[in-house]
Each structure stands twice: as structure tokens, then as C-alpha cells.
């Protein structure tokens, strides 16, 4: 006996049927894909910052990580802040010219390495900051730290690692969040920081904190500065502080 053909309508009804399917899938898969471009795009970042401290303690010569348009830190007349970047930007290695003659100068050079995508298209870097990580509570945004929205100002410094690989403390503020954001508590997962201990030269990624998180934190005497990995979105509440406190001595791990 024969096969019996589809018909026209059977065709069109499969169709449709994975048209809906695919309408739901894909924003999901979008979603999955987005955040999976923010989490690569921090360790990718973390990765170059440690290559390029063993770099500097191996050639014996300072060496600096920056981001285009961060104002150069010997110029008094530069400005101190610049408007939040609304554009994926890649990070720029250069090392010292020649210490003994122009210790000051920093010059770009050819490192196969640095022939690469760090920072993936969709991702910002929205801000360099110096000194240790400060979770600012602002009344105007549900999040804690620095603003990421297009029109506000923000800080870059150039990170720059000395000969003995020390440096200063730096946080790489980086999002996958339009500029033109209205932010919500939820967001705080898709703002990351890469922190650099200058002391130590430990390097980690630390999602952005609510500010109810910040103040559960403060009231606990418990630091926001982790130094470990954290990135889940479960909030940090009175009944879970002391499992971060723990984590942060270097016992139960709270991040992913």
C-alpha cells in the first residue's frame, strides 16, 4: 500500500506550529546567549590581566592595560571623568619605552596574544575605577556602585603593573545592559566587576549588589569585597550572611 502524501494544510500547520515554538525558544536562547557574551567576556579580561602581570614581572618593565579614551594620568589638564561609553571597546596593552631614559612613556607592541576579541561584541566597559571597590547606595538606582547609564560621567584609569608585578587596586566595570536602561533590582547579574587587589595581585568577578543587599551587608559588619567569584542573582538576605561571610574566609563558595 502506498505512503500517504501530506496535504497542503498539514505542511502549513507544522509550519506554524514551530513558528510558536521558535517565538518562545528564542528569546530564552537570546537571553542565554547575551549573558553567556558577558560571563566570557569577564574571564577573557581576568585572563589578560594576569597574562600581562606575569608579562611585566618577565621582561622586568612596567606594563599598562587601558581602555580607549582613558585620559592619560600624567596630564594635569586631562579630564577626570568622560561620558559613560555606549559602544563594545577593546582593552589596549602597551609597556614602558625605555625605563632609564622615558620611564613615563608607554608604547603599543607585538604580542600574538593580544590578537583577539577580549571584550565580546554587545559587552561595555563602562568605567576603570581606582582605589578599592565602593558599593555607593544612590537614591536614584536600585543597584549599588557606579552609574552605566548613556548621559552620566564616569571614571578610567589605566591599570599598570610594576616590574615586580604589583599594582594599584583597579574594578573593570563591565555590562550587556543598554545604555538607555531603566535598571531594576534583577539587573544585578548582568553588570559584572573585575576586581584587581594591587596588594596582592588576586584577581575576581563580582556581580553588582542591590542596595538592600549592601545595607544587609553593612549591618552584618560583613565586607561587599569578596574576593572570590560571585555571580548568582540570589539575594543576599539576613538568613544567607553568614554563608557569605563564610565564603569570603575562603570556605563555602556562594558563586557559580
Known sequence: MGRRAFTMIEVLLVIALLGLIAAFVFPDLSRELERRSLDESARRLRSLIMLVQARAMQDGLRYRIEFPGTPDPLDLRAKDEVDVPTETEQPIVTRETDPLERPFEFEAFDWDWLDQEFIREGTRCVS?????????????????????????????????????????????????????????????????????????????????LRVEEVEVMLEHRASPIMHQDFTRGDLITENNILEVRIGQGGGVSTGR
Open 128 to 208: 576603570v575605577l581606582p582605589g578599592q571597590p565602593e558599593f555607593e547606595i544612590r537614591s536614584t538606582s536600585p543597584i549599588a556602585g557606579p552609574s552605566i547609564q548613556e548621559g552620566n560621567k564616569s571614571v578610567f584609569v589605566p591599570l599598570t603593573f610594576n616590574p615586580d608585578g604589583t599594582c594599584d587596586w583597579i574594578t573593570f566595570v563591565l555590562t550587556d545592559l543598554p545604555e538607555d536602561v531603566d535598571l531594576k533590582p534583577e539587573h544585578v547579574t548582568r553588570i559584572l566587576n573585575v576586581i584587581v587587589d594591587g596588594r596582592t595581585g588576586e584577581t575576581w568577578i563580582q556581580r553588582a
